[in-house]
């Protein structure tokens, strides 16, 4: 079995080497992720002041700074393009070599992206979160991080991961059937972005919406990592989100294979 499971880390390989090598995409990536929490920690601290409002939903103006801080982190860290590269081995013809390889196609992508996550998470999570917490603290008076907050983040980070591959892999099917795979993925980011509460706090829906959300995957993604990093949970709502997480994680999976076991058959290889 280990031996089964070992052949597949060269992908995680290959992907921690792939954000090693284009170092200069690494920095503007990262600086990108500084730039969104910079400006949308401004539009908060504009709305508080013109509201004059010291919470709104529960938020006091440092905990949101913290927030729109982990959310973005979040948001970069769990990232997985693994419908693009359904997208690009269709597009390119190169899925058939891929297939013809004698590893799990599926498990060849979710390695790869777990490869790329361990570096953006050394490069980018660690560096901006330490920076953020001191600024939100020192500069602000944030409490309530705990030690055990920061150190069930990293977990909470790798379910996120987790639940966007197995989506990412869902939607990627369409690859198989249809060219117009950018305006699937931009579709599918916007609305997992925003349902996920990387965009805004789930709190701030209306709470109709957020009791229906919280039987969704969606905040899994985004809300719970960054909740659970500012203290903001207590150990019985852990439980529960997980629980509904690792549910939704191996129905969806489950989805996912159906899915696939379609999709190849739509496959055709030319050459010889």
């Known amino acids: 079995m280990s031996a089964r499971i070992s052949k ?6 290959s992907g921690i080497q792939t954000q090693i090598a284009y170092r200069g995409s690494a920095v503007l990536w990262v600086l990108g992720g500084v730039l969104n929490a910079t400006v949308m920690g401004l539009l908060w601290w504009a709305i508080y002041n013109y509201s004059g409002d010291t919470e709104i939903s529960g938020y006091t103006f440092p905990q949101m700074l913290m927030y ?7 948001g970069e860290v769990v990232y997985s393009n693994t419908a693009g590269e359904i997208a690009d081995d269709v597009h390119d013809g190169l899925i058939g070599m891929r297939l013809m390889k004698p590893v799990n196609y599926r498990a060849q992508l979710g390695f790869q992206t777990f490869g790329v996550y361990i570096m953006r998470l050394v490069m980018f999570a660690l560096p901006i979160m330490i920076a953020g917490t001191l600024v939100s603290v020192f500069a602000f008076g944030l409490t309530g991080i705990k030690w055990y907050n920061v150190l069930l983040f990293i977990p909470a980070t790798l379910i996120a991961l987790l639940m966007s591959d197995t989506i990412g892999f869902i939607f990627g099917q369409l690859a ?8 699937v993925m931009s579709i599918m980011d916007v609305v997992i972005g925003f349902l996920s509460g990387r965009m805004i706090p789930i709190e701030l829906f ?3 919406a957020q009791t229906a959300l919280s039987y969704t995957p969606f905040p899994s993604m985004g809300s719970f990592p960054v909740r659970l990093f500012m203290g903001m949970m207590s150990w019985s709502e852990i439980g529960i989100t997980c629980g509904i997480a690792v549910a939704w994680l191996l129905a969806l999976n489950v989805i996912g294979e159906l899915l696939y076991k379609g999709s190849v058959r739509h496959v055709v290889v030319f050459g010889g």
């Open 8 to 13: 597949y880390f060269v992908f995680a390989k």
């Open 68 to 74: 729109v801080i982990s959310a973005a982190v979040v």
């Open 176 to 183: 198989f059937r249809t060219q117009a795979m950018f305006g």
């Open 206 to 208: 209306p709470s109709w």
